[in-house]
């Protein structure tokens, strides 16, 4: 447990209103040393922890390779969804996912390393955690005899992730009911000197920066809170495993071990001996020579230092501006008061594209005669034609959006693969995340964004209006926006060439067009096929693009109360019904019996189709399943006919 330290409690201020990086000590307690001070349990007065610097000054650098500075392992229960949660909006700014990040392109990889296998099929708690898996691919889901330690973290990064050419220069591994001021550990790893205004700085070797060890090692479970460890250090205990783990105690981190097995040796090497040539080395070789071969340790623990890795004491107000690691925060609203209290700002973890919407003001408000549409489209046509300036340029806003200007307009990510997350049953819970798989490697392929959303539809089960499956047109309406085109794939549909793509397909599509390319570029936004066999569109694969006019028709889709409960077309109906209507045909080109363009069923498949949809009648599981493995043949240069999708 964690203990009061001494001296006596203090309550700190700014040095100064350019200088907040620490704080100092009020006039009633004076400091003994000006740049040191020394953490304290609880203060006399309480107040937030002052804000150490603003990452807002830092250049921007986009990482196009698979090196990284950082590299974070949070590794957690499949069960602990809202906190994996909180982290990722505490620790990154990633609040939802209509914006994703496709590529980790800065100095920070993160993934959670989920122990003790998924939950029990056929369970909400196992839908939920698909559709997490299926809308973030932040989870590294480990097989369930792995038990959790930190050699397990290290195995697995050493050898997964190096398979995958990862590599980085500090690992940091922490447990998911720990908190990290994770902004504060980067900053004094890139300054060079850890706790840099305490009593007790330490300054890395600047010959060997990465053989470190930063953490506590009092031999117990607490070893397991949080640690950093640098890339060289992590060599060296791999090196030596067999021979730390051998005189480890039971219950011992490897890192741990690690500490007290070079504290032996080094014990052994400065003892006194007769034989000893020492006078004959080069202090300066010898120096480096220990510096590459023997980790630094960093303790939180020792006797003689004030720890910054602390444990949650059920107050913020004995987390103080040195305290860099809380542990043992279980609640949820804690580790929000944390993230408040230290002014956590978050690190960013890639530069995501730009909203198409990014440029537009909120509305103003409307008079009860004013057309929406009409001002709406006139909105869009300002946009369009907005744009003098001949200067390329990236800006990046707070939440890590990359905003690339060409020649003074935007250029908005342009499309966006979007599909459902949501499990309705046990039926879809063996594919869904392999389906959805298919489709993200797609887009990260050909530099798309992919979407898979599920809150959409919970909510419309929570409303029981009407079928769960409407969930789409929410989805649809929210995603939209955002990009200039959005390809919707049901969960059943699987991409089966992934060469194709979807600027090929639309210029495809608008030579096939009956009034033309430059018509088509006018006017149509909905581009929806209409297979052999069936007496309407099928809604399963379309092409939309964010208009006014989309957005009009979605909303009359939208309050199409005839539909919400008829089967088995639901909103496929209602698109039919509206997208029939006199003012909309202009806007929709219809695939009228086309089963080859985008929308292919198994039975009508040849080779080259782009998208083939399962929609039987009952479980599309097994259905899906053969797809995807035909999918796998034929990326590995197989070939595939109907036979196989039947």
Known sequence: MYEPMTPPPVVQEPVDEHDTTFDRPPADHPPKDETAVAPSTHADSHKPVSQPFDEAKDDIII????????????????????????????????????????????????KFWIHGGAPKPDTPLRRQYEAEKMEWNDLAELPVATHLSQANVINWVETKLAAEDITYDYLIIQDINTFVRLESVKHELDSGVIGGNTESPFTINSDAPTNIVWGTFRGDERDNDAVV????????????????????????????????????????????????????????????ERGLKVPEFIREDGPDVSPRFIRWENNVESVHTEDIVVSQVYQGAEFIDLARWTHLNPVRVCYRSASRSASQLPLEPLDDDEDVEQLLKEQHDEDAEDGDSDDDMVNVDDDGVQDTKINGKHDPSTFAVVTSSFIYDACMEPSATRAAQNKRDYALKHGYSFVARSAEFAQEAARGQRKTVWGKVDVIEKVLPKYEWLFWLDMDAVIMNQDRRLEDLLEDVKQRYPY?????????DLVIARPHRDPMINAGVFLIRNTPWAMQFLREVQRTTSWFQKGSSYEQGA????????????????????????????????????????????????????????????????????????
């Not at 460890?229 to 090196?239: F, Y």
């Not at 033309?516 to 149509?524: I, K, P």
């Open 63 to 110: 990482n196009n390779s698979n090196h990284y500075t950082y590299l974070l392992v949070v590794t957690s229960d499949a069960a602990s969804m809202e906190r994996r949660r909180l982290i990722r909006e505490k620790y990154f700014g990633l609040r939802n996912n209509l914006l994703p990040c496709m590529k980790f392109n800065t100095d920070i990889f993160y």
């Open 229 to 288: 460890v640098g890339a060289r250090a992590i060599k060296l205990a791999l090196e030596h495993r067999q021979e730390i783990e051998a005189a480890s105690e039971k219950g011992e981190t490897l890192l741990t071990g690690m500490y007290k097995y070079f504290q032996a040796l080094d014990a052994a090497a400065t003892a006194p001996s007769s034989s000893s040539n020492a006078d004959d080395k080069d202090p300066e070789a010898e120096a480096l």
């Open 516 to 524: 033309g390319a430059a018509t088509f570029d006018e006017r149509v």
């Open 575 to 646: 698109m039919w019904d509206i997208m029939r209507k006199s003012e909309h045909e202009a806007n929709v080109f219809l695939l009228d019996r086309d089963d080859h363009t985008f929308n292919t069923f198994p039975s009508y498949y040849k080779s080259g189709d782009f998208v083939v949809h399962f929609a039987p009648d009952k479980c599309p599981n097994d259905a899906t399943v053969k797809g995807l493995n035909a999918a796998d043949k034929i990326l590995a240069g197989e070939t595939v006919t109907k036979t196989d999708l039947e």
